[in-house]
């Protein structure tokens, strides 16, 4: 019984910027991971960062330098902050959350388009 909502996807140009956001809710539940991935079509859906609960973080080496994850633990929110976006990074994007003693789980998915 664990829902995540995604936000702040759309339609950029080359340099710009987009928020990603994605909000965890349910019932009893401690959250150990949350992460975003991607996947572009006839690609692999891959990782592009993640960080736990702890504060450890983990990005992609594509996005290093351009892209940042951040957490809102009382919300049980993460956020990736995406800078100097290239066309390249065109995918749908996932937000997943790792559940103590749930396992798993996926957001819906979010379009960021990257286009001039």
């Known amino acids: 019984q664990v829902q995540l909502v995604e936000s702040g996807g759309g339609s950029v140009q080359p340099g710009g910027s987009l928020r990603l956001s994605c909000a965890a809710s349910g019932t009893l539940f401690s959250i150990s991971v949350m992460g975003w991935y991607r996947q572009a079509p006839g690609n692999q859906r891959e990782l592009v960062a993640r960080m736990t609960i702890g504060g450890a973080t983990n990005y992609a080496d594509s996005v290093k330098g351009r892209f940042t994850i951040s957490r809102d633990n009382p919300r049980n929110t993460v956020y990736l902050q995406m800078n100097n976006l290239k066309p390249e990074d065109t995918a749908v994007y996932y937000c997943?959350?790792?559940?103590?003693?749930?396992?798993?789980?996926w957001g819906q998915g979010t379009q960021v388009t990257v286009s001039s």
């Open positions: 997943s959350v790792t559940v103590s003693s749930q396992g798993g789980f």
